[in-house]
């Protein structure tokens, strides 16, 4: 029976016991007419209320006007007018203090039932909450007392260990909730009327459940079992990663601990201390087991179990705690060892995701710094590999682009920070009843971390400087290659693309003056032999180099106005057109490569005449075989040209063993040799009237590369020689280490010389008597006039 009035008392909405007042009063208003001087007038009322709100009903203040008379109407004051305590007989006060007695008990005794009607509780509340408050509030303070001491004594002897304790506990912590609730009621007068009035003493509720904590919750015994519980069950999860049948009932223990303001000190912070014992253990026991990459697999599938017991079972508060606590735990101590071992093989593996992981496990600990310092130092002794390798130093350039496009790729999505997309936007007109959903999708959703794009270029950087010049002259060579080809049908910016992506690995360079001179070199080749694919992004080119890299590139824009002043030149011979082109062009330097030169011959075969387009060194091999049935062989042919001898047989192989051969070759075979006899190929046919010849190209030779950088080298000199003596005739006098530090300044963008060069130029200087050293002073130097 109690169960059901504990169940009617607080059916949800409900107001019956909220509040109270005597159920016999007066009230006594007061009405004015204010055409009379008449004082006011005094109406007695009794009423038997029951409602308990009216005690504290307000009522507005009015005007009314009756006839010409005008009433006020004010707040009603309510008087008790029942009979006095005093009226009540000591028998009827010791029978009502024996029911709420007996009430007590029968509440707090498991099975009883309640000894009386519920009216009749209330009303024998009442009673002694007017007459003998403090004996009824002091013997509920012993019930409640008794009876929690016996819960925690059938809770200590209950023979159940571990987690299947954890079932009864639940189930004594739920049914003392429920008597509470119902003493509430029952009980509602004595604590609205005298604990209300009592400054500093607990309400019923908050007096049943503070000495609830004190013996169920400060039972040391109990909480004891507690914690083995939850050890228990989460033990069990972790260990045969599945969940445990007895796992409701840690939801319901999680939420009598949560009622009682306990969750935090009892369930989270042995979960919490748990975790971190076991998780210690295991990873001790792991990096035993498994290789470090296993292990990062291992931590992350940990991870994610953590996560999801977490969201299954505890608070939301918990769920990162739980997750940080397993975190540390499996990888503290560990980071460096992950970086040593790990790092390299999942570089070399190209492995995004494994690379992802690592990241996000090493950020969960705070070891981001220690990432970024093994990573770094990866793509440094990657590109110093790259570099290094003279065996393959044709592929170094590519190598290098498909290793740059991996790590860029790491920076701007594997290792960047996740950007939250705004909340959509509703937006509804006011004259249309529709509303639409719009979405910010300009919001990038990933930011690149800067830390990690500055490591990028410094270890690009550093791995460049494992071997001086090299990496230049591949790059403008790569270039080279990339020029001639061309766009091969792909579209203008995708081309654009690929350029930018080589130019991007030129910034990584301090050699600039490598590259600069090579790339004019491999350009000058390509503009004499209209070999370039396009003059527009020839030009495009070298404006983005001039502008963006290197102001030195103007030297490109000369070449083609050089190119186009020789197409309009009329010279009768190089002689005079030296002559000429120094004549205009003062303060320029002009060189002849014969063997860029072209030249256009005409032909007569037996089907018809042509015309050949073919290069300086074929047009003087086949102006030879003019006189007709000429035999001619190797050794007259180079005696009369004074052709270089591998060049010579170059020219002879394109004439006579390419796919226009306009030479017949005696005897046949694919090499030329100094016993060989060529003659003129009268039966020569083509569908073109105009026929290309095509020269063989080889590669730049060792000694032709060596020759570039003693240029290179010279240059550098005279470079460093107009530094010193600007720098020492804008100061007069320099101290011997800021001499050097200001060159090194001076010349810095185009090219990070040696200090030992620099030394050797400053006692160069010295001896020619453009500086001397101070007479008190032998590392002061000074400029002489």
Known sequence: MSEDIFNLLTFPGSKAFEDYHP?????????????????????PRLDADL??????????????????????????????????????SDRHFDTSFATLRRTLRALFTPGDRLPESYERIYAACRVCATYRAEGIYDNLKLEVQRCIGEV??????????????????????????????????????????????????????????????????????????????ITEWVAYERTLHAAHPQRPSILSLIARLSHHNKYAEIFESTYLSTTAVFYTAESVQKTTELDAQKFLVHCQGRREEEIARAKETMPEVSWVKAREKADKA???????????????????????????????????????????????????????????????????????????????????????????????????????SSSKVLVDLTAPSKQPRQEFAYALSDSFRRGFKQRRNKPAEMLAKHLDKAMRKGQQGRKDEDFEGELDKVLGLYRFTDDKDVFRTFYHKALAKRLLLEKSASDDFEKAMLKKLKEQYDPEFSMGDHMFNDLALSREGMQADLTRYTAFYKLKHQGHKLDWDHALGTATLRARFARGEKELSVSLYQA??????????????????????GIEDGELRRTLQSLALGKKRV????????????????????????????VHINSIQVKETAEETTKTHTLIESDRKHVLDAAIVRLMKAKKEMHNEQLKAATIDAVKNHFVPNVGLIKDRIDEL???????RHETDMNVFVYVA
């Open 23 to 43: 159920t016999e009063f007066s009230v006594i208003t007061e009405s004015r007419d204010t055409s009379s001087g008449s004082p006011p007038r005094k109406t």
């Open 51 to 88: 409602d308990s709100a009216s005690a504290s009903r307000s009522r507005l203040v009015t005007d009314d006007k009756v006839g010409n008379a005008s009433v006020k109407k004010v707040a009603i004051r309510i008087q008790l007018v029942g009979p006095s305590i005093q009226q009540y």
């Open 152 to 229: 925690a004594r059938l809770l200590q002897e209950d023979a159940r260990q571990g987690v299947e304790w954890v079932q009864p506990f639940v189930e004594k912590c739920e049914w003392f909730e429920r008597q509470v609730g119902l003493l509430q009621s029952l009980f509602a007068y004595l604590d609205r009327v005298y604990i209300y009035a009592l400054p500093g003493s607990p309400s019923i509720r908050s007096l049943c459940y503070d000495q609830f904590a004190l013996g169920i919750f400060q039972n040391a015994a109990i909480v004891l079992k507690l914690q083995s519980g």
């Open 330 to 432: 499996l990888l503290d101590g560990r980071l460096q060892w992950l970086v040593e071992e790990a790092m390299e093989p999942l570089m070399n593996a190209r492995s995004e995701v494994d690379l992802g992981r690592m990241f996000k496990l090493f950020g969960a600990v705070g070891g981001v710094q220690v990432f970024l310092n093994g990573w770094s130092k990866h793509i440094e002794a990657k590109v110093k590999t790259i570099v290094t390798d003279k065996a393959h130093d044709d592929d170094m350039v590519q190598n290098l682009l498909a290793y740059k496009h991996f790590t860029d790729i790491l920076v701007s999505d594997t290792f960047a920070e996740t950007i939250e997309t705004p909340p959509p936007t509703t937006v509804k007109k006011e004259d249309d």
């Open 620 to 641: 003087l091999v086949l102006l030879l075989f003019n006189e007709e049935d000429t035999e001619i062989g190797f050794a007259d042919i180079k005696e009369t040209t």
């Open 663 to 690: 030479l017949k070759k005696q005897p046949m075979g694919k090499d030329v040799l100094d016993t060989d006899v060529f003659v003129f190929n009268a039966d020569f046919v083509d569908a073109a009237h105009r």
């Open 766 to 772: 010295v001896e020619q008597e453009y500086l001397r």
